[in-house]
């Protein structure tokens, strides 16, 4: 059992830990969807979904696994509650919002690769979380999957009224935006494990 209070926990998830900028994870989505801050938010928002659903039932087959002692089927267990829960929400978004399904495009049904998320899930399962432990980390890890996810968006936003040289227009500056971002949340380090 953990002793970390549940606030340290979402902020060193959020914050210190941020998988997108600490370690990498989810950028796939990070740098295709962040060009608009409304397509942003709502990728944000499908991932915060997708990983708060998996990290409670990644809690809940964690403990099953233990119990019939079979730990070794914990990763595809967790690989098939994530590719089902994309799935309907990927359904969802189609029947409610068609624009929005169609404006993320294939990153959508990208969550379901997305390495942050399994990341969530298999980082609660080997610190020991228990079950409300693993609602607030999970919780806290898509806050800054969005928070990376904004903070980009807004930022790329502002560079189109900027006058960029040629050479860093596209790809390339959006990559040195993104290190830049990454060297800031370095400065959180201090603030937890």
């Known amino acids: 059992m953990n ?12 914050l210190v830990n941020n998988f997108v ?4 994870l989810g950028i796939c989505p990070f740098l295709g969807v962040s060009g608009r801050m409304e397509t942003a938010t709502k ?8 990983m708060l659903i998996s990290s409670m039932s990644a809690y809940g087959i964690h403990a099953f696994l233990v119990s ?10 967790y690989i098939v ?9 990927e359904m969802f978004i189609k029947k409610i919002s068609p624009a929005l399904f169609k404006s993320l495009g294939i990153f959508l049904p990208l969550i379901t690769t997305n390495c942050a998320i399994l ?11 228990g079950f409300l432990e693993s609602v607030v980390y999970s919780l806290g890890a898509g806050a800054g999957f969005m928070l990376a996810l904004v903070l980009i968006a807004g930022i790329r936003e502002q560079m189109n009224f900027a006058d960029v040289p040629n050479i860093s227009k596209g790809t390339a500056l ?8 990454s060297l800031c ?3 959180f380090a201090g603030l937890g494990a």
């Open 3 to 14: 002793t970390e209070s549940l606030g340290s926990i979402f902020l060193n998830a959020a």
């Open 21 to 24: 900028l600490a370690y990498f």
């Open 43 to 50: 990728m944000g928002g499908a991932v915060m979904f997708v």
């Open 68 to 77: 019939i002692d079979a730990p070794f089927l914990q990763l595809i267990s």
């Open 81 to 89: 509650v994530i590719a089902s829960t994309v799935q309907l929400v």
């Open 119 to 129: 990341g969530v899930a298999l980082f609660q399962t080997s610190k020991g979380y």
């Open 174 to 181: 959006t990559l040195f935006i993104a290190g830049i971002l």
């Open 185 to 187: 949340f370095m400065g």
